[in-house]
């Protein structure tokens, strides 16, 4: 847990591969998510997650990822007070592909 309250876990705590009954929901922009992105992750740009929140299962365990962490830090704190299960991943999409973690385009 950051200092912010805002539930966080290292990627090298992340397992791999995702399990199932786990989302990954990243929040970045069209071009960063054509870019690359976390196989079988969901596409939500930040600015229209208000807007979408209803196609999220409360009940799942959200994973929320962006491209260094300060955007999903941001979408996790608003899906919990949502009554969401979310967690951000910190250091993001930059930390995911430093660990080696694959990614697809």
């Known amino acids: 847990m950051t200092e912010a ?9 992340v397992p791999s591969p995702i399990p199932d009954g786990v989302l990954v929901l990243d929040v970045r922009e069209d071009n960063e998510w054509q ?3 976390i196989d079988g992750a969901t596409h939500i740009p930040l600015g229209d997650l208000p807007a979408r929140v209803g196609e ?8 929320v990822v962006c491209h260094l962490g300060g955007r999903s830090a941001r979408a996790t704190q608003w899906l919990q007070a949502q009554g969401l299960d979310a967690t951000n991943v910190a250091g993001g999409m930059e930390a ?7 990614i697809v385009a």
Request: charged share 20%; aromatic share 4%; no cysteine.
């Open 5 to 13: 309250g805002i539930p966080t876990v290292d990627v090298s705590d």
């Open 35 to 37: 870019a690359g992105h």
């Open 56 to 63: 999220l299962d409360p009940t799942v365990p959200t994973l």
């Open 96 to 102: 995911w592909e430093q660990a080696g973690r694959p």
